[in-house]
Every structure is written in structure tokens, then in C-alpha cells.
């Protein structure tokens, strides 16, 4: 397993996304799967639904608490202080779990100001009920407010990235303040399964698409991602990435890809 570094965190590279799930089941399904397979890092939301099925899977696994990287994120309305305090403690309960790895603003919400939001994310973590705070669909001036405000590190700022998207100048923003950006929707929910760059590439290595689509996003630096799926091949072919490098004259082929 690769981790990426922000502010001392080790964050793994690679996890299951848990966004637009048809059930609880197929949910609960998908995340221990994937905690078969070997993926540490699981994301979840309060807006998703699924923290209760994501804590029923964790509960039920054979694996060391300590090991896993738990991630949630506080819904849109869920942003004064008091409700950030009770709905986090409200996430916690559904997710069978004393501390969250990481909470995360899931994106800007101009009605509560940011400082206040971030004041109980600091509470929560003196709480020690969560143990990092990081944001969500954060612009580059968005997050370096964020940082400001802070009294601990933003170690991760989740935005949709692949190759159809260039986030090269948000990217460079994380780089230089020790920032994680999480891809989420990091195959453009199957955009990327029939394109010819990424086919071409594969073929070299034995690989899909989706692999490419991964591989190129890890090779990047402070990148990590979270694909989603819930059938098992596909959770299993996606953690099936680090077995492989592509150049430096094929990730410049995807990067041109977004131009």
C-alpha cells in the first residue's frame, strides 16, 4: 500500500468511495470487499447515507482498527457550531466508532461562516473525537482561507479529478501547502473506460483503462483517490495498481488529454 504524506499524516493513497450507492446492502457489500482486498482507506458523508453501512462493515471485519483511515464529511447544513458538534458525534454512532480519521467540510457554504465551521472541527478534535479536519470542493483561495482559520493542519481538500479535468493549478496549491487533494470520481463515473489514450497505454502493461486512469493519479504528487464501485472485479482490479509505473512520456499524454 502507498501512502501520501500531508502534514505528518500518513493517508492512504488508495480507498473505497461510498458516494451513490442504490442500498445500504450493496454498500455494506462493496466496503468489506474491499477490506478483503486489502483497501485501509474508506470514504464516506453525512449526505451519502452510508456511514451506517460503512459501520457495519468495519464492525464486522477482521481488521485492526488502528490500520483503517476513516473518512467523513459534514452535510451542507450541518455547519454552525452546534451542529457540526452534534452531527459528527451523530456520524461517529453510525459509523460504530470513538474517533474519525478525517472530517471534512464537503463543500463552501457562504449562509455559515467558514471560521465558525472550523472552530468546532477544532473543538471536535480536542474532543478527540476526530483526529484531522480537511474540506471539500475547496477552490484555491477557498482553501487557503481554510488553512488560515485553522488551529490545526487541513491535511486533504477532496475535489473530482481525472483525466478530463485539469486541476493542475489547485494541485500545485496542495503541493505547496502540504495539502492531500483526494480524486474523487477519479474515472469520470466510466468516462474514461473507452478512451484510446488510456486503452493504448494499458495494452503496454496489461492494464485497463481504469488502471491507467488510477496509476496517473498516484503518480502525482500529494494525490490520493477514492473510486467507487460495487462490484467485486472492479474493486479488485482497482487496488490492482501498484504493480506498474507509466513514464514521464505517458503521463504527459494523459495530462494532454484535459487540454
Not at 483503517?68 to 450541518?78: A, P, R, V
Amino acid at each position: 500500500m502507498k501512502f501520501v504524506n500531508a502534514q505528518g499524516v500518513e493517508i492512504p493513497a488508495i480507498g473505497i468511495g461510498t458516494a451513490r450507492f442504490d442500498s445500504n446492502n450493496r454498500c455494506r457489500e462493496a466496503v468489506e470487499t474491499a477490506l478483503r482486498v486489502g483497501y485501509r482507506h474508506i470514504d464516506t458523508a453525512q449526505m451519502y447515507g452510508t456511514e451506517g453501512a460503512v459501520g457495519e462493515a468495519v464492525a464486522t471485519a477482521n481488521v485492526n482498527r488502528k490500520d483503517l483511515f476513516i473518512t467523513t464529511k459534514l452535510d451542507t447544513g450541518n455547519r454552525d457550531y452546534d451542529s457540526v458538534i452534534n452531527s459528527t458525534h451523530e456520524s461517529l454512532e453510525a459509523l460504530q466508532l470513538e474517533t474519525a480519521d478525517l472530517l471534512l467540510i464537503h463543500s463552501p457554504n457562504d449562509t455559515v461562516a467558514l471560521e465558525e465551521t472550523i472552530d468546532a472541527m477544532n473543538e471536535l478534535q480536542d474532543q478527540g473525537a476526530v483526529d484531522h479536519i480537511g474540506v471539500s470542493n475547496f477552490s484555491v483561495g477557498q482553501l487557503r482561507d481554510a488553512i488560515e482559520l485553522s488551529e490545526t493542519p487541513i491535511v486533504a481538500n477532496q475535489v473530482e479529478y481525472h483525466p478530463y479535468m485539469d486541476q493542475s493549478e489547485l494541485l500545485k496549491a496542495c503541493v505547496n501547502e502540504n495539502v492531500t487533494l483526494t480524486a474523487y470520481s477519479p474515472l469520470d463515473v466510466g468516462g474514461v473506460l473507452d478512451d484510446p489514450t488510456l486503452k493504448g497505454i494499458g495494452d503496454q502493461y496489461g492494464k485497463t483503462s481504469s488502471q491507467v486512469s488510477l496509476r496517473w493519479l498516484l503518480q502525482q504528487e500529494m494525490v490520493s483517490t477514492v473510486p467507487k464501485s460495487a462490484d467485486e472485479e472492479h474493486i479488485r482490479e482497482n487496488f490492482d495498481v501498484f504493480d506498474f509505473e507509466l513514464t514521464d512520456e505517458e503521463m504527459g499524454d494523459i495530462f494532454a488529454i484535459a487540454e
